[in-house]
Nanobody
Framework: QVQLVESGGGLVQTGGSLRLSCAASGIIYSINAMEWYRQGPGKQRELVAGVLSSGRTNYGDSVKGRFTVSRDDAKNTLYLQMDSLKPEDTAVYYC?????????WGQGTQVTVSA
C-alpha cells in the first residue's frame, strides 16, 4: 500500500505564491508518474501539472508560465511551485501517483486565492 500526503496549501492574495508538496510512502518499486490535479467549486477535476518517469513534465494550459512542477526521486516527493496566483486557482489540489502501475490519490489540500 502506498500513501500520499500533501502539504503546503493555504490562503494567499492575488499575485502571491505557494509551494505544495506530496510525499509518497510505503512499498515502492517504481513511480511511473506523479501529477497534481485540482477541483474548484462546481468544477470538474483537472490536470494541473505532472512529471513522468522519463522526467518529462506536462502542464495544464491555464497554469503554463506560472506554475512549476518538480520531483525529488530520492525522497519520492512531488512539488508544485505556484506563482502569480489568481482567484480562479482556488481549488482543492490533489496529488496523484501511479506506483508500480497502480493508482493512488492524496487526500487533497485547499488553496484559496483572495482577490
Amino acid at each position: 500500500q502506498v500513501q500520499l500526503v500533501e502539504s503546503g496549501g493555504g490562503l494567499v492574495q492575488t499575485g502571491g505564491s505557494l509551494r505544495l508538496s506530496c510525499a509518497a510512502s510505503g512499498i515502492i518499486y517504481s513511480i511511473n508518474a506523479m501529477e497534481w490535479y485540482r477541483q474548484g467549486p462546481g468544477k470538474q477535476r483537472e490536470l494541473v501539472a505532472g512529471v513522468l518517469s522519463s522526467g518529462r513534465t506536462n502542464y495544464g494550459d491555464s497554469v503554463k508560465g506560472r506554475f512549476t512542477v518538480s520531483r525529488d526521486d530520492a525522497k519520492n516527493t512531488l512539488y508544485l511551485q505556484m506563482d502569480s496566483l489568481k482567484p480562479e486557482d482556488t481549488a482543492v489540489y490533489y496529488c496523484y501517483a501511479r506506483v508500480d502501475y497502480l493508482s493512488y490519490w492524496g487526500q487533497g489540500t485547499q488553496v484559496t486565492v483572495s482577490a
